[in-house]
């Protein structure tokens, strides 16, 4: 009886520590949105969703504005809270079945299935309008702000072109923006 109960109380423990590691493996650990490996596992599974459901699926490479000059003139402290906090308004917005990873510095992917490209730009125009709002009010002394390139995925393209062709779209974005400033 003693040895049956320690057995369960060990096979718990591994059961916890496996799920730790699991979370460790699939989650980014300063914003708690999926990393890259985890994200791109998922878009795949997204991607034959799509194709089976013959469902649109849209995405939207994500980069957050002015990071360099927060982590310059504030601290890099400030940059990793300009991070979580753009990451945490991304989720926000999103729903259950939408996708939401973290590639990597500063950049982030969305993936929305059953969302055609029209409804995804209106999501990102409700998103900056959100960031319009919270910069008024915000004591922050930078705004929160984002360049994003939506495509709509191509059965005919791979997931990295998919990916890319988002990501041309927000450098162009951010182009036009840059121009705008001058």
Do not use: W
């Amino acid at each position: 009886m003693i040895i049956e109960k320690n057995i369960n109380v060990f096979l718990d423990t591994i059961e916890t520590i496996n799920n730790k590691l699991i979370d460790k493996a699939s989650y980014d650990l300063m914003t708690g949105v999926f990393n890259r490996h985890t994200g791109i596992e998922k878009l795949e599974l997204m991607i034959q969703k799509s194709k089976f459901k013959n469902e649109p699926l849209t995405g939207c490479f994500i980069d957050v504005d002015g990071l360099k000059f927060v982590n310059d003139n504030f601290s890099h402290n400030d940059g990793d809270e300009l991070i979580k906090k753009i990451a945490s308004i991304l989720k926000s917005f999103s729903r259950e079945e939408d996708l939401l990873f973290r590639l990597g510095g500063d950049e982030f992917f969305m993936a929305f299935l059953g969302v055609n490209h029209s409804d995804a730009e209106n999501i990102f125009l409700r998103i900056n309008i959100y960031l319009s709002e919270y910069n008024k009010t915000s004591e922050k002394p930078y705004d929160l702000r984002i360049s994003y390139g939506i495509n709509s995925y191509d059965h005919n393209k791979n997931i990295d072109e998919f990916i890319d062709s988002a990501d041309t779209k927000m450098y162009k974005q951010k182009s036009e923006k840059k121009i705008l400033q001058i």
